[in-house]
């Protein structure tokens, strides 16, 4: 499959790259995508949540009224989860949400969620990005260029690129991943997903 490519003001340079339907093309697998997408978010939980319960509240021990008698319900201990300030009843705890995944599923889960992208054009293929100064500026032409200022985008980048990074990150609606780092995620976050020239090799390398 051959595509265009385009330059940064968003026109077509003349050239077409040709798009492996091995990587680009394949029939999507909703299960692998949906196991990816939950194996990354689940491996950036903090998992720190803590709340305290009775046996660990500080407090008096001593029974806080006598058993009979009062006209209400009897009471053991002010670190009753029944009274202010006492312990909560089944608590969150500190845990680690990580699970793991083979990594032939994340190869496909990758290959599945760029294909949905191919099938519904939300793929553009750009020559390299450069810009020679820090601006958001660059990053809103850009945008205006290939006229999705309205939609979520991901740039593909084949290595670390500081202009294009700091121009973007004040974007709430952009976001730069190197190819070699591109996660389903990212992919299937992104409404239009756009990939730098020198990014195909590194996806056909390692998808």
Known sequence: MKTNIYDIKGKDTGKTIELEDSVFAIEPNDHAIYLDVKHYLANNRQGTS?????????????????????????????????????????????????????????KLARKSAISYKVKNKGIIISENIDFKEVKTKNIVELLNNFKISDKKLTIVLPEQNKSVYLSSRNLKSVKTVLASELNTYEIMWAEKLLITESSIDILRRIL
Request: glycine residues 14%; hydrophobic residues 25%.
């Open 50 to 106: 803590k709340a305290k319960e009775r046996s660990e509240i500080s407090g008096s021990t001593r029974k806080i009224k006598r058993q009979k008698g009062t006209g209400t319900a009897r009471a053991g201990s002010i670190k009753s989860p029944v009274f202010r300030g006492g312990g909560r009843v089944f608590g969150p705890k500190p845990r680690n949400y990580y699970f793991k995944l083979n990594k032939k599923i994340k």
